[in-house]
């Protein structure tokens, strides 16, 4: 079976995946023709992208709200010391797993309180389009800083923007409503819960490589 690539942040893709698996539900027994989909190695041949590295959170399954998964966020930048895929070296991403370790993981992980605001940072010639949910414009700093560090960059604050709805709590609404889906009701999604998120996971994906890297918790080449 052919393998699909869907690109986006998880707070965003998880509902919409929901949705997809219902309405699949629905036509399943309907005659709508061909979908056409995009394989992981056709995606590759006709999108090249430098060298990126994921970084994962996580909130506490303690934590979690009763009814709502576990909060989660998901950062990305590339890894502009490489070229491309073709030019990085195995040095290059022992040091980038090192950095990780040494500055989101170990026995006290990294973290931040997600939140209702959102904080940006925009460097391309660095490397960075970052989107930080964040609780407020000082916890969105001091992740900007923590992901620039793994490249041993220094913010220019120039790059950064932060901003607030109005009215936050009725905009992003804690509790959403249900609905009715299938004869059954099911809680919506929330849209930028507000909860702490610990990193967990980092990657690597090269071009070329179907698989991404794993950099953290344990670097191996697959």
């Given at each position: 079976m052919k393998r699909v690539v869907l690109k986006g942040r998880a707070e965003f893709l998880k509902p919409l995946i929901t949705e997809l698996i219902i309405f699949k539900k629905l036509i399943s027994s309907v005659d709508i023709g061909h979908i056409y989909g995009i394989p992981t190695e056709r995606y590759q041949e006709s999108v090249k992208f430098k060298p990126q590295v994921n970084l994962f959170f996580k909130q506490k399954k303690e934590d979690a709200t009763p009814e709502f998964a576990p909060i989660e966020s998901e950062f990305s930048f590339r890894f502009v010391a490489a070229k491309d895929s073709t030019s990085i070296t195995k040095a290059q991403v022992e040091y980038l797993a090192s950095r990780i370790k040494s500055l989101l993981g170990g026995d006290t992980p990294f973290f931040f309180k997600k939140g209702k605001g959102m904080a940006t940072y925009t460097d391309l010639e660095k490397g960075y389009k970052l989107q930080i949910p964040c609780y407020d414009r000082t916890e969105g700093r001091k992740?900007?800083?923590q992901i620039l560090?793994?490249?041993?960059?220094s913010p220019?604050?120039?790059f950064m923007n932060f901003s607030t709805n109005e009215e936050p709590l009725q905009r992003y609404d804690d509790t959403p409503p249900r609905k009715l889906i299938l004869d059954e009701q099911h809680r919506m999604p929330r849209r930028r819960p507000v909860g702490t998120v610990y990193f967990y996971k980092a990657e690597l994906h090269l071009h070329g490589m179907l698989g991404p890297v794993p950099l953290y918790p344990v670097f191996s080449l697959p």
């Amino acid at each position: 079976m052919k393998r699909v690539v869907l690109k986006g942040r998880a707070e965003f893709l998880k509902p919409l995946i929901t949705e997809l698996i219902i309405f699949k539900k629905l036509i399943s027994s309907v005659d709508i023709g061909h979908i056409y989909g995009i394989p992981t190695e056709r995606y590759q041949e006709s999108v090249k992208f430098k060298p990126q590295v994921n970084l994962f959170f996580k909130q506490k399954k303690e934590d979690a709200t009763p009814e709502f998964a576990p909060i989660e966020s998901e950062f990305s930048f590339r890894f502009v010391a490489a070229k491309d895929s073709t030019s990085i070296t195995k040095a290059q991403v022992e040091y980038l797993a090192s950095r990780i370790k040494s500055l989101l993981g170990g026995d006290t992980p990294f973290f931040f309180k997600k939140g209702k605001g959102m904080a940006t940072y925009t460097d391309l010639e660095k490397g960075y389009k970052l989107q930080i949910p964040c609780y407020d414009r000082t916890e969105g700093r001091k992740v900007i800083e923590q992901i620039l560090d793994v490249q041993g960059h220094s913010p220019d604050w120039k790059f950064m923007n932060f901003s607030t709805n109005e009215e936050p709590l009725q905009r992003y609404d804690d509790t959403p409503p249900r609905k009715l889906i299938l004869d059954e009701q099911h809680r919506m999604p929330r849209r930028r819960p507000v909860g702490t998120v610990y990193f967990y996971k980092a990657e690597l994906h090269l071009h070329g490589m179907l698989g991404p890297v794993p950099l953290y918790p344990v670097f191996s080449l697959p």
